[in-house]
């Protein structure tokens, strides 16, 4: 059974999602994070105080930090989620990818795999219970060319950008540490997430922050590029749910079936903030006319799409939003949490350390 629960990149985007859905449920909940400039504490504030709710500030790539951790909260269960996660970084600076997406991994696998040895002495049914959870993207299977197809369990890797190596090379590391030691693992890949605390370098928030701002909508290319979109708080619920019913060395896709061009992503925020910000910035009539179309990103993929069958066949897992419900959520909560993205924007929320908090 699973009480204590390790998350890596608690502080990021979907960790902090994942946090909240998991104290809900009843877990206890260790968030270990180095704090990068993608990790923010205001992103868990409303559960720090949740004595269920632990901060630890470590690297994953810290093997001596990583086991004190195994050892202090002796987990149940690792969902692991930390990573450098922007393609544009991962071009421009493709070191950070490798040690923590790669190396961090490893660190990670080998500090559980020690922590399950230990548990197999002590208490043999902890140990086979033991779960460490890899959360990956559809990135790994790299360009669908069929217009048509999708992604499945069984698709080849072929990733495209060195984010995307990065992962499937993680990915990898999960499935040879059970094949080879018997770690139990689950791995997932998602689709793009959105909603909710992302940081404003990713297409949703960026283009609500500039569109607010009055500057340019970047647009790759012509924008024509497939992504399939599936809300935050969904991916959570569906990580929990693999977490506690899938069988150890399992592979399930997820998605929101929600596929869409994006430039219609951009154009849908542009639409639902003439309803919900009609007061616009200095000369602008329509936010629409912010749109610029830019030199496209090297290696970019055409097209992305998942099969999410197996995880609503076998789990019964099913999106609760879809993408027009999700992205109006999306875009009033960036209205209605300016300090969030201000602080971010100038800064200022790189200042907030939490330090340790055991
Ligand atoms: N965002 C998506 O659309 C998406 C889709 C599928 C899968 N994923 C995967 O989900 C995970 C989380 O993505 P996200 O969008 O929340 O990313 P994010 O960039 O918002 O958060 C990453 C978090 O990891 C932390 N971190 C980075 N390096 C670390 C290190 N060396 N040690 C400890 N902590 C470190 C950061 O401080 C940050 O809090 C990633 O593994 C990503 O590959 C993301």
């Not at 059974?1 to 994942?18: C, D, K, N, P, Q």
């Not at 609500?208 to 935050?232: F, H, K, M």
């Not at 910035?281 to 055409?302: C, K, N, Q, T, W």
Request: aromatic share 8%; with cysteine.
């Amino acid at each position: 059974m699973i009480e204590t629960l390790i998350v890596t990149g608690g502080a990021g985007f979907i960790g902090s999602a994942l946090i909240r859905e998991a104290l809900a449920t009843g877990l206890r909940v260790v968030n270990v994070d180095k704090l990068t400039y993608s990790g923010n504490a205001a992103s868990f504030a409303e559960v720090k105080n949740d004595p269920r709710c632990h901060f630890i500030q470590a690297d994953i790539a810290d093997a001596a930090a990583m086991r004190a951790v195994f050892e202090v909260f002796a987990p149940d269960a690792v969902m692991h989620l930390a990573a450098e996660s922007h393609v544009d970084r991962s071009i421009d600076a493709p070191a950070a990818f490798i040690e923590t997406n790669v190396r961090g991994t490893f660190v990670l696998l080998e500090e559980a795999r020690r922590h399950v040895k230990s548990l197999a002495a002590a208490d043999p049914q902890k140990a086979r219970d033991f779960r460490f959870q890899h959360i990956s993207t559809d990135e790994v299977f790299g360009d669908l060319v069929d217009d048509g197809g999708l992604f499945t369990e069984t698709t080849p890797y072929a990733p495209s950008s060195p984010y995307a190596a990065s992962k499937a090379a993680s990915d990898h590391l999960v499935r040879a540490w059970q094949r080879t030691y018997g770690l139990p693992v689950l791995v997932t890949n998602c689709s793009n997430n959105y909603g909710p605390r992302q940081f404003p370098e990713k297409l949703i928030p960026l283009t609500i922050l500039n569109a607010l701002a009055g500057r340019g909508l970047p647009v790759y290319g012509s924008g024509t590029q497939v992504r399939d979109w599936l809300y935050v708080e969904d991916h959570a619920r569906a990580l929990l749910l693999v977490l506690a019913r899938g069988s150890a060395g399992g592979t399930w896709n997820i998605g929101g079936r929600n596929k869409q061009r994006n430039i219609e992503v951009v154009r849908g925020v542009c639409g639902i903030l003439e309803e919900l910000a009609p007061k616009k910035p200095p000369g602008v009539s329509r936010y629409e006319e912010l749109i610029r179309f830019v030199a496209d990103r090297p290696g970019h993929d055409a097209r992305y799409a998942i099969d999410a069958a197996k995880i609503e066949r076998e789990l019964g897992w099913r999106p609760k939003e879809n993408f027009a419900s999700g992205l109006r959520k999306t875009v009033r909560w960036y209205l209605e949490n300016r300090p969030w993205w201000q602080a971010v924007l100038d800064g200022s929320y790189r200042c907030e350390r939490l330090g340790t908090n055991v």
